[in-house]
């Protein structure tokens, strides 16, 4: 007599054929093969994509609030969600697990599983994913498996070379070091390329400009003035591609005054500028001190196009160089301006 546990047949792992693949060899090959799809969706649509997967999650707001475009809009996702469930269901191994050295097979018999099976398998994978216990049930489960193995019959198991579905089984040569070599690399290569398209990324903004006239009102020989809308766009680059960033882009009315102030004494001066609605009534107020140099190139007025929306039709802005609450000069942008730049 012994203590020695005996599971029943249909419980324990099969007797022959490659071990059982551990959990967290199983992880990697998740985590790679996350990253070929989530690299492709950010080459085929940007920052704002939402990519598909093999091991589905119940993600919460994992967007940030920014409207994303689902992947079933692209073609070129669907294929490739459909070229990994086939190449798992027909070789057992997407790249991600080829690296990772996993192989997905029928629990009967040990072979590549075939694309339906492969595809419910995945369907399967949203009972995993309420609160993540299927995905851990392989680290107590007697034969490793997930509730989708379970649902589908399938075993992860630890080999880079199963046996050829039964469809291809006729074609298949005898193995080859070399060739499975060729193989592994090509594997490697994809799964690298997945990771930096999915993990690495550098946010660079560019500033378009145009010039906005800035009408002058009251004229003197101390200031000069110019005006321009400013747009501030943001791209993503990963490696050598960009893309156009989830950041909005910003857009902004920009009065740049020079003041020759020869009046030392001021201790009085400052810009003042206003956003006046159709009836000339003051919206918003502006208020920038200058600093006491005699001649001074003044930081920009800078007005976000949602102030200027919030005047409502018609708008204008003034701006003033005030010394001692006199304004020595003054200039006016309109919104028809406003709306010539940017049309132009």
């Known amino acids: 007599m012994t203590d020695t546990e005996v599971l029943p047949p249909d419980l324990a792992p099969p007797a022959d054929g490659p071990p059982l693949a551990s959990w967290l060899r199983r ?3 998740a985590l790679l093969d996350g990253s070929i799809l989530g690299g492709a969706t950010w080459i085929v649509l940007g920052p704002g994509g939402s990519g598909p997967s093999l091991t589905p999650t119940f993600d919460v707001d994992a967007t940030g ?27 057992g191994a997407t790249p991600g ?21 492969s595809a419910l398998r995945v369907v399967a994978h949203v009972l995993d994913a309420i609160f993540l216990i299927g995905y851990l049930r392989p680290l107590w489960n007697a034969r490793k498996q997930t509730f989708a193995d379970s649902i589908v019959g399938t075993l992860a198991v630890e080999t880079r070379e199963p046996p ?8 298949r040569r005898e193995r080859s070091v070399w060739r499975s070599a060729v193989v592994n690399v090509a594997a490697i ?29 009251v004229q003197t020989a ?11 766009a943001y791209v993503d680059q990963r490696l050598w591609l960009t893309r156009p960033s989830t950041d909005l882009s910003q857009t902004r009315l920009s009065i740049g005054w020079t003041w020759y102030d020869t009046d030392l004494m001021s201790v009085d001066r400052m810009v003042a500028t206003d956003i006046l609605d159709a009836d000339g009534q003051v919206v918003t107020e502006h208020e920038q001190e200058p600093g006491a140099r005699s ?16 005047a409502g039709r018609g708008w204008t802005v003034e701006s003033r160089l005030v010394s001692n609450g006199a304004t020595v000069a003054s200039c006016m942008v309109s919104q028809e301006d406003w709306d010539s730049a940017g049309q132009g």
């Open 295 to 310: 001649i001074a190139v003044l930081d920009p007025v800078t007005i976000e196009a949602a102030d200027l929306e919030n």
């Open 222 to 232: 101390t200031a000069s003035v110019a005006g321009s809308r400013e747009v501030l």
């Open 164 to 171: 050829a579905h039964p469809w291809f089984a006729r074609f």
């Open 65 to 91: 609030g920014v409207d994303v475009v689902g992947w079933f809009t692209s073609p070129w996702l669907v294929g490739l969600l459909v070229a990994m469930l086939a190449l798992q269901g027909w070789t």
């Open 189 to 217: 290569v994809v799964c690298a390329l997945g990771v930096a398209f999915s993990a690495s990324q550098t946010t660079t903004g560019s500033v378009q400009t145009s010039d906005v006239p800035c009408v002058e009102g």
């Open 27 to 29: 992880v990697v090959a």
């Open 97 to 117: 697990k080829r690296v990772a050295g996993v192989a997905v097979v029928r629990v009967s018999d040990g072979l590549p599983v075939g694309f339906l099976a």
